[in-house]
């Protein structure tokens, strides 16, 4: 009888990475068939190249560095298929693939791997592809089906506000990138999430509620402010990212508020129509400040322990 | 290898915001870092010869600022007169190098004068080196020449965030660390025996 | 019915399987007086007490073997009556040469002559500390502090709120719960000996609201008793830490690096009330204890057990292993958030001993640790207020001063962080070495 001696705790959690990362793909699942079924072959094949590329460099990364082999917790996977979802779907694959292997080696990989990535890399390898071939990154087709081959550049919502009923904005018959147009897809994922307690409801719902607000402010209709762009996409599974945001609620709070009021800021004043990649990415890089200046109270610290 | 510790742009991370923004090309980021490494020089010199006058740590910033302005707008005229397109192209860039932190960070020298120039020289020639292949390098990516002279395919375009400031402080950081992996840095304690 | 007033942070472990109480918490303690006994001299937090038999000797049940040694000495008695086999080093579960007295039972269980006080609401008051410390009792809910000690009040303080932790928290032990329902009334006597020995006006029975019986029984018993509450809490993984505990019951914190005295709080184990009765009421010494047997044994059991008893001797009580004995992983002393690994089955049990986990092969698999995703779900859970993620990046630093900058001393070693963690991060063990090691660095300076 050979005895373990490890120490206390001796029971864990079922959840681990891999099973919350798992639980986040499931999540993705509705938005992408929504998205294949909207906009086609092309869409599969970008979530295709996306996903199995950042699967690819992950893997290709770790080993050139010599690091354990880790794709196995598909955090690669989530974060390769959260970037094909946000790409219009006449994305050339090339530079889907250059994406993802940007978001894995670059803002992942070289800042220390899983955890220590300073911004969402989804959301910073969309916004290099936006900065380096602009032209590509702008070419909305109008949904057409599982047929759709040769399509017809449109305007998207956030580009001719009023072009669309409330009614196509929720369901998704609108030009969008793959993942952002079916809005019930998102909320449904966003259950699952709930459900599975892999995100807290705070940030998304406070994300969305600031977004309506500050909109509302500058002259826009929330609901349509909400429905518009990236939005929804982004509250749920972008600014949840969890290397990225703060780790106390009330942090977490003035991290999602603050998220809303930029993307409002930025479509109602400046020349980008689409306000959330930047929103999200410049909070991303304010978290470790909130983190520093809203801390937790330490147990038998401060002026409510009573001392004699 | 002192001269790699000391280079600006990959160890000690100054002028780099010049740089980014004006070195877009080959041509000006030669001629950005010519004109600053030319004043780092002679300011440097001239600050050597008068340091034996000035004996206050705060008057001897001052003058150093001055020198480093004088110095800075000369270099401003010749550019202009020169290459007047290059000098529009560089912008506030041009007459910036009087504030240009590379100046303003060097130690105070207590050696004389033919240290101080040495000293100019090595990091300047460095910073010349470095600047003018990163605008190569933008230049290349963005617009497929190099000094003007067509290498790539015209017409193919690599990739337009290189010409960006953004693309370039990638590129910046991606030289640097190759530059760290072939020349890894050495510690402090080392740095004081060599 | 229970408290709404909970405590931040804190987990529920094992919560789809009732915390592994079920096995044991329907059936009723039953004695077991083992074969022989290695009573351990070092059972309490403090310098190990001097053995004063030698082998051969004739010992009688309650008497004195071991002399108590310096402030936080106590001593230790014989926990059944017979010869003695050997005075030696034993192996412990954290002491692989603990100095035990180790008799052979005779069965006789012949008392020693005793000192009674009497009943504990007419007993001398100024007598009732001294018994308790005469009676060897420290902590029985495993911290094992000289409960003795825990009544030296300085000057300028003051008690005036005893609180007894019926909350046994800790998943799988339910030998609080058995006491309280099989022995509400002596309970309740401890507290109010407790109570006079300070002249303390409140005493608070606090239970988990998983426990209704227990929080009935022990409401019937304080009925009519001196300033004798019982209070229900909410359900929650460590709500039965000291800490905690003091903050649910009376709103207030334990200032850090003081002691629950400084608040006006002392807290006891039900055990350990239950424990001060027997030594003032019939001038007993702490001889035994209730310590709940389960996890792969044929018949999991709460057995009241002498003070000594080895493992083996108890998992035979239980039947035996339920499986084979090559597929035996571990077994804990203690519930699964805080317990120790025995080493074998030869270590003897302490007077704080109070369960017996014992897992399969299958159930030992350390799962790996991997990277941290900075999901912060140890921060939500950690009842103090740390910063979990971030300190075990310090200690993999072997940074103590940053360590001791976010308030590790400050960790109560609970277990939570290390249990809720996705990423299976070795956290409260890792905490638990460089706390020990800070303060072995603040002896090393002042000594």
Redesign the interface.
Same mark, same amino acid.
């Given at each position: 009888?050979k #005895?373990? #001696?490890?120490?206390?705790?001796?029971? %864990?959690?079922n959840?681990?990475?891999r099973? #919350?990362m798992r639980n986040v793909l499931i999540a993705l699942l509705p938005c992408a068939v929504a998205g294949v079924g909207f906009f086609g072959f092309n869409a599969l094949m970008v979530l295709v190249v996306s996903t199995f590329s950042a699967v690819a460099a992950e893997y290709l990364w770790q080993a050139a560095t010599r690091q354990k082999v880790?794709v196995g917790?598909l955090?690669a996977a989530v974060t390769g298929l959260i970037l094909g979802l946000n790409l219009p779907a006449t994305a050339p694959l090339w530079m889907v693939a250059i994406g993802s292997a940007f978001a894995v080696v670059i803002v992942k990989g070289l800042f220390g791997?899983?955890? $220590?990535n300073f911004v969402n890399p989804a959301l910073a390898a969309r916004a290099m592809l936006l900065a380096s071939w602009p032209q590509y990154m702008t070419r909305w087709y109008a949904p057409a089906g599982l047929a759709a081959v040769d399509a017809v550049t449109t305007a998207t919502p956030l580009s001719n506000p009023g072009g669309f009923t409330t009614l196509q904005l929720i369901l998704g018959s609108i030009p969008g990138s793959v993942g952002e147009v079916c809005k019930i897809a998102i909320l449904l994922g966003f259950a699952w999430m709930l459900y599975t307690k892999t995100v807290t409801w705070r940030i998304p719902v406070v994300m969305v509620a600031s977004t309506a607000v500050f909109s509302l402010a500058f002259g826009n209709n929330p609901l349509t402010a909400v429905l518009s762009g990236g939005l929804l996409f982004g509250a749920v599974f972008m600014a949840t990212d969890?290397?990225t945001c703060p780790?106390?609620a009330v942090g977490q709070i003035v991290y999602a508020a603050l998220a809303g009021l930029l993307v409002a800021v930025i479509r109602k004043f400046s020349d980008y129509p689409e306000g959330v990649t930047y929103a999200i990415l410049l909070m991303n890089v304010a978290s470790p400040v909130i983190d520093h200046f809203i801390?937790?109270?330490? *147990? +038998? %610290?401060g002026k409510?322990?009573?001392?004699? | 290898m002192a001269k790699w510790n000391d280079s600006p742009l990959f160890r000690l991370a100054l002028a780099a915001c010049a740089a980014l923004v004006a070195a877009t090309n080959a041509v000006n980021g030669l001629t950005l870092g010519l004109a600053t490494g030319c004043v780092l020089v002679l300011s440097g010199a001239v600050a050597a010869l008068l340091d034996n006058f000035i004996a206050d740590e705060k008057g001897r910033v001052v003058l150093f600022m001055v020198i480093s302005a004088v110095f800075a707008g000369i270099a401003q005229m010749i550019v202009k007169a020169v290459c007047g397109g290059t000098a529009a192209a560089l912008g506030i860039y041009l007459p910036m190098i009087a504030v240009n932190c590379l100046l303003l960070a060097r130690p105070a020298d207590e050696n004389g004068v033919g240290p101080a120039v040495s000293d100019g020289v090595k990091q300047a020639l460095g910073f010349i080196c470095l600047v003018t292949l990163l605008g190569a390098l933008r230049e290349l990516m963005d617009v497929g020449t190099v000094f003007g002279a067509q290498v790539l395919p015209k017409g193919l375009q690599l990739t337009a965030m290189a010409a960006l400031p953004a693309g370039g402080l990638l590129l910046l950081g991606l030289l640097a660390g190759l530059a760290n992996l072939i020349k890894p840095k050495r510690s402090g304690k080392e740095d004081e025996a060599a | 019915m229970a408290n709404n007033r909970t405590f931040r942070g804190g987990?529920h472990? #094992?919560h789809e399987a009732h915390e592994g109480k079920s096995p044991t918490s329907g059936v009723a303690t039953r004695d077991f007086n083992a074969k022989a006994v290695s009573i351990m001299m070092g059972m309490h937090l403090g310098a190990p007490s001097t053995p004063c038999v030698q082998p051969g000797d004739h010992v009688k049940l309650g008497q004195v073997i071991g002399e108590p040694v310096g402030f936080l000495g106590l001593p230790v008695h014989a926990s059944v009556s017979g010869e003695v086999l050997e005075v030696g080093p034993v192996q412990s579960v954290n002491n692989p040469a603990a100095m035990a007295v180790t008799i052979k039972n005779d069965f006789k269980d012949e008392w020693v002559e005793l000192h009674p006080l009497g009943d504990v609401e007419t007993c001398p008051v100024d007598q009732i500390v001294p018994a308790i410390k005469a009676a060897g009792i420290c902590g029985m809910g495993g911290a094992a502090f000289p409960t003795h000690v825990k009544f030296a009040v300085k000057e300028?303080?003051y008690c005036d709120t005893i609180i007894l932790n019926g909350a046994e928290c800790e998943?799988h032990l339910t030998c609080d719960h058995r006491l309280m329902l099989e022995k509400s009334g002596r309970i309740v006597d401890g507290l109010r000996a407790a109570m006079r020995a300070l002249n303390v006006k409140r005493g608070v029975i606090a239970i988990e609201d998983n426990k209704p019986d227990a929080i009935e029984a022990m409401t019937k018993a304080a009925q009519g008793r001196n300033g004798v509450e019982v209070m229900p809490l909410q359900t929650k993984y460590p709500q039965g830490g000291e800490?905690q505990l003091i %903050?649910v019951v009376t709103g207030?914190?334990?200032?850090?690096?003081?002691l629950p005295l400084?608040?006006h709080v002392i807290v006891l184990n039900v055990g350990t009330a239950y424990a001060i009765a027997d030594a003032v009421i019939e001038g007993k010494p702490l001889v035994s204890r209730i310590t709940t047997i389960t996890g792969k044994v044929k018949k999991p059991s709460n057995l009241r057990i002498r003070v000594g008893t080895r493992v083996e001797d108890l998992i035979a009580e239980c039947g035996g292993f339920s499986m084979d004995?090559?597929h035996?992983?571990? =077994?804990?002393l +203690?519930g699964?958030?805080?317990?120790?690994?025995?080493?074998?089955?030869r270590v003897p049990l302490a007077k704080a001993n109070n369960g017996v986990?014992v *897992?399969c092969?299958k159930e030992?698999v350390?799962?790996e640790e991997?990277?941290?995703?900075?999901? +912060?779900r140890c921060?939500d859970a950690c009842? =103090?207020?740390?910063?979990p993620f971030k300190l075990k990046f310090m200690c993999e630093a072997d940074d103590m001063q940053a360590a001791s900058a976010n308030?590790i001393m $400050?960790c109560v070693v609970c +277990?939570s962080c290390?249990? =809720?963690?996705?990423? %299976?991060r070795?956290l409260?063990?890792a905490f638990?070495a460089m706390k020990d090691k800070i303060a072995a660095e603040a002896k090393k300076g002042k000594g």
């Open positions: 009888m #005895l373990n #001696l490890s120490p206390a705790p001796h029971v %864990h959690t959840q681990s990475t099973t #919350l880790r917790d955090s791997g899983l955890g $220590d969890y290397a780790m106390t801390t937790r109270r330490v *147990y +038998g %610290h409510e322990a009573k001392n004699g | - | 987990v472990p #094992l300028g303080q998943t800490k %903050h207030r914190e334990v200032p850090t690096k003081k400084d608040v004995r090559e035996v992983g571990k =077994i804990v +203690g699964a958030m805080t317990g120790f690994p025995a080493p074998t089955t986990v *897992y092969a030992s350390e799962p991997t990277p941290c995703i900075r999901c +912060g921060v009842p =103090i207020g740390l910063v308030n $400050d +277990g290390s249990y =809720i963690c996705p990423a %299976h070795v409260t063990s638990k």
